[in-house]
T-cell receptor, first 112, second 113 residues
Framework: LAKTTQPISMDSYEGQEVNITCSHN???????ITWYQQFPSQGPRFIIQ???TKVTNEVASLFIPADRKSSTLSLPRVSLSDTAVYYC?????????????FGGGTRVLVKP | NAGVTQTPKFRILKIGQSMTLQCTQD?????MYWYRQDPGMGLKLIYY???????DKGEVPNGYNVSRSTTEDFPLRLELAAPSQTSVYFC????????????FGPGTRLTVT
């Protein structure tokens, strides 16, 4: 089971780019990297998933280096509404439920 | 589609009482999950199901029971509630397994006093 390590918190300002790095040194060959966003009093929401190199969608980009031992979620030009907790998960997409765990996440605070 | 719905939104239980948290999804997902989230912490998996009639324990199953008689419903039963079960409970579902995209419900905030 791949363990992930993320910063506990990050502060940013509106309009800036926020980059959150997740370490996963023991990632397995079949593992994907998935990021979720959680607002207060809501359930987590899927942001992006990737296996290697770069993945981009309308919300974020995910950068994964060749060794896959870390990944970086990039949020371009954040706004106040991007204040949330961001979770990095690593696991086989075909994994049973008990093969994935949510860590403590990174609390991102966007200031005006 | 309503997605994943949970009832109730809030509940206060006395120690020793029992209750069932309801979870329903209308996306025809085979996989469903129950998580709990304590204040300021990440989510911990309680139970999960890979299809109707099949359930299995997660990380923190003690004090809980589940059943999965239909694809849509995945109720979580608390027997003999304890203060340690005070938490926010989230139900989720996914088309593929847990490593794929999970869709979460709005949560049930439970207080046991």
């Amino acid at each position: 089971l791949a363990k992930t390590t993320q910063p506990i918190s990050m502060d940013s300002y509106e309009g800036q780019e926020v980059n959150i790095t997740c370490s996963h040194n023991n990632i397995a060959t079949n593992d994907y990297i998935t990021w979720y966003q959680q607002f207060p009093s809501q359930g987590p929401r899927f942001i992006i998933q990737g296996y290697k190199t770069k993945v981009t969608n309308e919300v974020a980009s995910l950068f994964i280096p060749a060794d896959r031992k870390s990944s970086t979620l990039s949020l371009p030009r954040v706004s106040l509404s991007d204040t949330a907790v961001y979770y990095c998960l690593v696991g086989d997409r075909g994994a049973a439920g008990n093969k994935l765990t949510f860590g403590g996440g990174t609390r991102v605070l966007v200031k005006p | 589609n309503a997605g994943v719905t949970q009832t109730p939104k809030f509940r206060i239980l006395k120690i020793g009482q029992s209750m069932t948290l309801q979870c329903t999804q209308d996306m025809n997902h085979n996989y469903m999950y129950w998580y709990r989230q304590d204040p300021g912490m990440g989510l911990k998996l309680i139970y999960y199901s890979v299809g109707a009639g099949i359930t299995d324990k997660g990380e923190v199953p003690n004090g809980y029971n589940v059943s999965r008689s239909t694809t849509e419903d995945f109720p979580l039963r608390l027997e003999l509630a304890a203060p340690s079960q005070t938490s926010v409970y989230f139900c989720a579902s996914s088309y593929s397994a847990a490593g794929g995209e999970q869709y979460f419900g709005p949560g049930t905030r439970l207080t046991v006093t």
